[in-house]
């Protein structure tokens, strides 16, 4: 289905949605309501996504991903940032917070916590349309529609409640809540991860036929790197709330330039009994994120660390060999200070 | 007066026969485990691979009967030669520690926030082995430097929730082994942690079992991993064992279909541009189980044999076993 | 790319045959845990034998309730045609008891049902909307929970004068702070749970999601800590009576009548315990049932 998109102002080359300086501190308070540190959580992030295609977002926990999602979503207010819709600014003069959100929807991790436990199925995803100025018959036949769309048959599964259902059933009726609303762009955060394999399969196939038929643009966060490999045409990597790396995923998965990407590669399981990890390419835990270190965040694990990378924070700059593929990382940038800066670059 | 925690003489430390539990409330009587038997070798490391409502971390709970009240065990458990099903609960807490020893997917269920871990871990030493507490807290010492924790020293006096992720979990495998146990019970984790952390402690649990010769049962979902632990595997699927084998034979040729189709809907490195095969429909319920092969509604290469009879887990070949009823058929398309 | 594994078609029929009837919503199952649990259905049957002989009270006792008769004082139970026997001004005992049911439990329900309404708004939206709004809904709150109930209860009928509705006022009163405090607890759970974050995600506003998405969520526990009330309610609205504070003679009312009966309490002890019986009674009735809501509420999952 490739019927051109009324909304679609921009044409094919316009990113659906360009992100910059995005930037989110949670408030620590103390016992006295004072607000006593911050939670760096997403640290001045910019990045675009181009229309019809996944970009998958890895990270371990505490690296922003999920702040970045629900921050795009508009459930939670950027402290900094600025968004551009399909060519229109969001915001003073452009199109409304509002608009946006209407295009831009969300399914989260939880299958169940994310169901209202007292609302059935069709329930769940007609108060959605209801809410768009939908009439409840029309809304009520839409969300029987939108439950065949996702495989569930609604003489079965319309009355149902969360708890009568399986963990891939809920995840679908999300889908279809998220889906019902026709929006462009859909944020998946972890929406596969909780799943058992033999559903999460029939899950991400489930999103990928959707994408296809309803001409999808997503945002796919996740921690597990093969799934995103599977399903992303393009990876941002990030850590301690800052975009390490970004590019085509054929290309980061075969030249991966960050350390951290490097490190994170090297820690999937080999899935081959012969071939085991033999040491852990990383030691401890990722820093806290409310005192990230110095410079590069990623330093403190990284064995290639040297004095420039805890003087100066790396610029997230596109690589001389592939213009879409960007790396914050000193060793990348050649005249950077580092001793190693530039040879990886030379060597490929 | 600690147990005796050396194996039997055959050098099986674990040996569990025809095992069921089943959940009774007033409301629903389930079976989870369904005729699990296994032997386990000193120093072996098993893995009971299986998704959610699989019956993996009762069957491996039944062995210290770490179970609700609502359960009722059935069959024969023995752990290093004693009948664990017949002891009371005042054997059982001697048995806990000493002979086997737990580590869970949440570090936090394992300590007490309110008193710090080498008071925790120090006084287990003391309560199972009358040893002084100068000399438990020594021993605490050690084996938070064993377990790799940095500055094991300061870290004996911090508290649960002063510890990162990894360092909890590294704190709470100290604990397990704080009385050397024959015998580590793991039950997924590395589950909760991030990836660079999970293949740290899967490492860590793989070199001290080698090197404090522990037999080991490893419950996990994911095949990963077991094929970084694992020596045997041992698949379930509602609340029985279909295939068991060791574990590089049984990821390179897996005889069950409900095993191939785990495989099939796992994603791999070379996933990538083909569509997903998927198990069709969804985990069996324990409630409602169809008479015959309890995967039976969602296989692909079933017959009307397999909606009857209830197969049997059978030797295939040399420490392999699959309960199918056509397993050559699944296994000839790896 | 895009060879349809997913459809429902896909499925064999052996998987999408349902077992079990869908679609059974938490009242009914609340429901049919309640009508399993013997103790709820004997407290049930008591309390509705109670509230139906006090509404249906004049067709079931013909005598009329404020009837005097000085010959016939303090009669004991059985005598002269009078059941449960006389009151101190010769008043059918049996009689009064019915009739003071309507009072005892109109005062027991009543002033719950008010500062439920009340006391629930009020906390559901300091805990939906939390921060400055919370802080001042729950400071002005806090500030009537400091007193003991019983003891505010008892100054503000003081302070408003004798009078049922004066105590169903100052009842409503009592009541508000502690079911607001629940329903706030109850309503900041339920809002951080991902399904009202998906339904802001979907553009509705504030009161949309409180109405359709908190309000089936919070009620039942609101219910069944309010239900817990309606013994104390009773109990304390008889207290009030009994002081003088509450329903005036020559009203029919239990707490009042215990009053009342006090004097002949040597003469006539079976008279003079019976309103006593019967606060126990409904209180206690009142308070298993509570018990069994909340324990049906428990097991849901």
Known sequence: MTGADPRDRGGPQQPLLIVDGLKKYFPLRNALGTVSAHVQAVDGIGFSIAKGETLGVVGESGCGKSTTARLLMQLIEPDAGSFVLDGDPVGRGGVTVRELRRQVQMVFQDSYASLNPRHTAAQEIAFGLRVIGKDTATAEAEARQTLRMVGLDPDLYAGRYPHEMSGGQRQRVNIARGIALNPRLLILDEAVSALDKSVQAQVLNLLDDLKQRLNLTYLFISHDLNVVHYVSDRVLVMYLGKIVEVGPVDRIWREAAHPYTRALFSSRLSMNPALRVAAPPLSGDPPNPVRPPSGCRFRTRCTLAEDVCAASEPALIPSPLDAAHAVACHIARAGSGHSLAGALANAA | MPLDATPARNGTIAEVNDLSVRFVTRDRDVLVVDGVSFTLAAGEVLCLLGESGSGKTVTMRSLLRLLPPSARIGGRIDVAGHDVTAMSDRQLERLRGPVAAMVFQEPMTAFDPVFTIGTQIAETIVSHEGISYR????????????????????RLDAYPHELSGGLRQRAMIALALSCRPALLLADEPTTALDATVQIQILLLLR????????ATIFVTHDIGVACEVADRVAVMYGGRFVETGPIDQVIAQPAHPYTVGLLNSTVHEISRGAPLVPIPGGPPDLADMPPGCSFAPRCSAKSTRCDEIRPVLAPISAGRAVACHHPTLAGAKP | MSTSTTGLAALPPAVRKVARPPGR??????????????????????????????????????ADPYKTSMLRRLLPPGERGYLLGTDELGRDMLTRLLY??????????????????????????????GRQVNMLIMRVIDVFYAFPSVLLAVAMAGVLGAGIMNSLISLTLVFIPPIARVAESVTTQVRNQDFVEAARATGAGSWRIIVEHMLANVTGPILTYASSLVSVSIIIASGLSFLGLGARPPIADWGLMLNTLRQAVYVAPLNAVLPGVMIFLTSVSFNLLSDSLRTAMDVRA
């Open chain 2, 135 to 154: 000399a438990a807290r020594a021993r605490a010492l050690e084996l938070l430097e064993l377990v790799q924790i940095p500055s094991a020293a300061r």
């Open chain 3, 25 to 62: 919503s938490f009242w009914m199952r609340l429901g049919r845990h309640l009508l399993r649990d013997r103790v709820a259905i004997v407290c049930l049957v008591i309390l509705l034998a109670i509230a139906l002989s006090a509404i249906f009270a004049p067709w079931l006792v013909p």
């Open chain 3, 100 to 129: 003071g049911g309507r009072v005892s439990l109109s005062m027991g329900l009543a002033p719950v049902v008010l500062a439920t309404l009340i006391g629930g708004a009020l906390g559901i939206i300091a805990g939906y909307f």
């Open chain 2, 207 to 214: 070199q001290l079992q080698r090197d404090l010769g522990m």
